[in-house]
């Protein structure tokens, strides 16, 4: 039987551009959603000056700084200290409790970006007293954005808007009181993050590397195609403790293939809980 013919000049550059960044850099963008990918992929060509998708493909494939600076469009790096504050007040209210029932915990901060939320978390554990008997685990595909969550440092510029979100979302205290000022940065304090473990890792290809009480992944999924959302969310059954919690972001939610194996701690702010 013939195969059908595609028709669509652009959807066929888009795969085989997708195909050679995997095949070649191992970084696998196949089953990300198509709208934003193309608006990236377009954009990256414009700034390359290159007048078709096919054009971006042979530069990528011949020069990994082109590749490096297409990575950084692909990943999604939106991010601030406690965003959406009424997510951090229902993960004091309604997740702290049970993560007191566990002596040691493991967090997963997944899709971490540049540390804002890591810190934003590690924050708010330390002001329930539960960082001292957690470990986090941040991890994002994006080794550059890596180095710069681990160093801890954000504009200065940007603090009052975040102080008033740390207010908000239930702060105990100063946020001022875990950073000093630095070169026009914040510079947080080591401390928080003493413990904490920064790595690499591919929510589209890699596998499961622990087991977790608590796993923060917040806009993140709603840039995935529907198949490689259900794979994301096998993955983060296989990765949660019996009980454990699941948060994901406002416009998200645990797939109905899933919906069975949670219970919603709390509906608007999208945390649920394992049942088993």
Not at 6 to 26: C, T
Not at 165 to 180: K, S, V
Request: with cysteine; glycine share 6%.
């Amino acid at each position: 039987m013939a195969v059908p013919l595609d028709d669509d000049p652009e959807r066929i550059e888009v795969d085989l551009l997708l195909e050679a960044v995997y095949r070649r850099y191992s970084y696998d963008f196949r089953g990300y959603a198509r709208a934003s990918l193309r608006r990236r992929l377009w954009r990256r060509a414009h700034d390359e000056r290159v007048r078709t998708l096919s054009g971006l493909q042979e530069r990528v494939l011949h020069d990994p700084q082109v590749m490096e600076r297409l990575l950084r469009d692909l990943s999604i790096n939106v991010t601030e200290m406690f965003r959406d504050p009424g997510f951090f007040r229902a993960l004091r209210e309604k997740v702290v409790p049970i993560l007191r029932t566990y002596p040691y915990l493991r967090v997963w901060n997944a899709g971490c970006s540049t540390g804002e939320e890591t810190y934003s978390l590690a924050i708010a554990l330390e002001e329930e007293g539960l960082l001292d008997r957690t470990r986090i685990y941040a991890t994002d595909m994006n080794d550059d954005v890596l180095t710069r969550a681990r160093a801890g440092r954000f504009p200065l510029d940007k603090m009052k808007r975040y102080t008033e979100n740390y207010r908000r979302a239930g702060g105990t205290g100063d946020l001022a009181r875990f950073y000093t000022v630095e070169d026009g940065e914040a510079v947080f304090s080591g401390a928080l993050l003493d413990g904490a473990v920064f790595a690499q890792h591919n929510l589209a290809q890699d596998s499961s590397f622990n087991e977790f009480q608590l796993i923060v992944c917040r806009n993140v999924l709603i840039y995935f195609g529907r198949p490689l959302q259900e794979r994301v969310h096998d993955l983060f059954l296989e990765s949660l403790a019996r009980f454990g919690v699941l948060a994901l972001g406002h416009k998200e939610s645990v797939v109905s293939t899933h919906e069975d194996r949670y219970e919603v701690l709390d509906a608007a702010e999208k945390l649920y809980r394992r049942k088993r």
